[in-house]
Nanobody, 118 residues
Framework: QVRVEESGGGLVQVGGSLRLTCTAS????????MGWFRQAPGKEREIVAS???????YYSDSVKGRFTISRHKTQNAVYLQMNSLNPEDTAIYYC????????????WGQGTQITVSS
């Protein structure tokens, strides 16, 4: 069984920064890619950023230039540095992980709330 856990959410003012951390743990699990998604009230879940273990990254247009995804060198962990936050970034942020053996993300965290106040 694989457990995905997010941390680092909270309340921040417009223009502020936050750093999210996500770890994926399981006795035999080895991540091939991990990603961050978010879901705002009344909206569908959307991808924010993702990173593959070969180093390639993806960012949605809405966060490009403001958010940076990175990974731990040896562990199944990723980070999301979020700068210049605005109220549109308010959402529950979810982390997901995959071993790459199936299409899509296999394992999901419970989510962490981020609220950007103006």
């Amino acid at each position: 069984q694989v457990r995905v856990e997010e941390s680092g959410g909270g309340l921040v003012q417009v223009g502020g920064s936050l750093r999210l951390t996500c770890t994926a743990s399981g006795r035999t699990f080895s991540a091939n890619a991990m990603g961050w998604f978010r879901q705002a009230p009344g909206k569908e879940r959307e991808i924010v950023a993702s990173i593959r273990w070969n180093g390639s990254t993806y960012y949605s247009d809405s966060v490009k230039g403001r958010f940076t995804i990175s990974r731990h060198k040896t562990q199944n962990a990723v980070y999301l540095q979020m700068n210049s936050l605005n109220p549109e970034d308010t959402a529950i942020y979810y982390c997901a992980a995959t071993s790459g053996r199936v299409s899509g993300y296999e394992y999901w965290g419970q989510g962490t709330q981020i609220t950007v106040s103006s």
